[in-house]
């Protein structure tokens, strides 16, 4: 990278700034660059080898995310494993994204993502069945089993954690080998060759099970799909009542699996980190739980009857958003009505992170409050501040069934287990695809009463 002019008005750190503050704090990323924000204001500029502005003044959000989203293409996080995904959903720009779009928005209906629940509360129960106080776990990569373990029960049908193990770890073998190539971009030519010849390798094996996985189920009489996201799929029309070809079809389910389970995974991990934190705040859930519930499992039905319970996920997602940055790249010329004018081509992260930490709408950012997001002051929290599902015609598909699953799993294991950090110290965020814990997150399994 090689430090260019950047417009004389818009302010930003060196580039030695940044490389002392990233040595200084460690290479914290997220945290050096919110730091930045509140040195620099809402908008400010990487010294980069293209501009890339990190913006977070909220009519600039709204301009670039909802009202001309046309004009800035998707680049960065989601997309980099574009060769993985291929041209579903998260990668696909228009006219073909749309289309897609409208075509699987169905899927991801109330009444659809509903009839997920018995599975997903069966799929945890098996997972901690003989979980008891004091076993030693890593929550990182229980949840990652358990997502990935769900995803494909809604999708195909299979459990990729056991019985399609094998397709399970090669999805986790691509998504390592995608993170990698994309936080080393400074590897020696021989290097990234090799790993880009383990990604193309891994690649080849995904499509020749997916491809399996497709020609099965169009085998089988249509009255004997099972409910799953798949069948949805292949049932599904476009508007001219021709089908999806089997490549789309391969890409959407490939993108649903990546974008879909570590996402949530994440969420999870958040949530139980702050609670082994705030035993107080799992004592108030308890509650909740108790009074509406009762003994009975929760569902779709109870999530406006657990409002405590939604609170804490809300805050836990402020803190933690576990898609932290959204990038973009400008297509043409224009001027965002901050004033800030953009080149075509430059480069825009929009960062949750660093938006929902801004003082301005969070009095002390960096402290757990779940009241918050209570039905008093929620209200005060404008839209292009919080918004951890994205927002505008690229907004979460699946923010439905993440929300769901969540608050599915944080009762199933919360009303049975507490747990508790087994090394002290804060757990720092780490910025890959998804915002991870780093160094995963070592727990004790306590009864929760
Ligand atoms: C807590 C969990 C999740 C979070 C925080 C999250 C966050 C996001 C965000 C921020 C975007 C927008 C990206 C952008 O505009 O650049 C997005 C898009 C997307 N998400 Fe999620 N997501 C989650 C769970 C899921 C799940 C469970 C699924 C599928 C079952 C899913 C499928 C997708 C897809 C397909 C897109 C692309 C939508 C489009 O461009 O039309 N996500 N997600």
Request: charged letters at 25%.
């Amino acid at each position: 990278m090689s430090a260019t002019q950047t417009p004389a008005r818009t302010p930003g750190p060196s580039r030695l700034d940044l490389l002392k503050h990233f040595f200084r704090s460690g290479f914290r990323f997220v945290e050096a660059l919110t730091e930045e924000a509140e040195k620099h204001g809402d908008t400010f500029v990487l010294p980069l080898e293209v501009p890339t502005y990190i913006l977070r003044n909220p009519d600039d959000i709204k301009h670039i995310l909802v009202s001309n989203p046309l004009n800035y293409h998707k680049t960065g996080g989601l997309t980099v494993g574009e060769k993985v995904i291929g041209q579903g959903l998260v990668s696909s720009e228009e006219p073909l994204h749309g289309k897609q779009r409208r075509t699987m928005q169905p899927m991801f209906h109330k009444a659809s993502i509903s009839k997920f629940t018995e599975m997903m509360l069966e799929s945890t129960a098996s997972h901690t069945r003989d979980w008891k106080d004091g076993d030693s776990i890593d929550m990182s990569l229980e949840m990652m089993h358990l997502t990935i373990t769900i995803v494909g029960l809604s999708l195909f049908n299979v459990d990729l954690y056991r019985e399609g193990r094998e397709l399970g770890m090669e999805f986790n073998r691509a998504l390592n080998l995608v993170t990698r190539i994309q936080l080393m971009p400074f590897l020696p030519k021989w290097a990234m060759g090799s790993l880009q010849r383990k990604l193309d390798d891994s690649i080849s094996k995904i499509d020749e099970a997916m491809a399996k996985i497709i020609s099965d189920r169009r085998k089988l009489p249509e009255s004997e799909w099972p409910h799953d996201l798949l069948s949805m799929i292949l049932a599904s029309r476009y508007e001219d009542g021709s089908p999806m070809p089997d490549k789309l079809v391969r890409d959407e389910v490939v993108t649903i699996i990546l974008a879909g389970h570590e996402t949530v995974a994440n969420h999870l991990n958040w949530t139980w980190y702050l609670l082994a934190r705030h035993p107080e705040v799992h004592d108030k859930l308890l509650k909740e739980w108790d009074e509406v519930l009762g003994g009975e499992e929760p569902s779709m039905e109870h999530m406006g009857r657990l409002p405590y319970t939604l609170m804490v996920l809300a805050e836990s997602m402020r803190l933690y958003p576990p898609a932290w940055t959204l990038a973009r790249r400008v297509v043409a010329p224009e001027k965002l009505p901050s004033g800030l004018e953009l080149k075509a081509g430059d480069e825009l992260l929009i960062m949750q992170y660093v938006s929902h930490r801004n003082p301005a709408y969070f009095p002390e950012p960096e402290k757990f409050i779940p009241e918050r997001f209570s039905a008093e002051n929620k209200d005060s929290i404008p839209k292009y501040v919080y918004y951890p599902f994205g927002l505008g015609p690229r907004f979460c598909i699946g923010e439905g069934f993440a929300r769901l699953e969540a608050l599915l799993l944080l009762v199933k294991m919360g009303r049975r287990f507490r747990f508790e950090m087994a090394r002290s110290g804060e757990v720092r965020p780490e910025t890959l695809i998804a915002l991870r814990p780093r160094k995963g997150l070592p727990m004790i399994v306590r009864n929760a009463r």
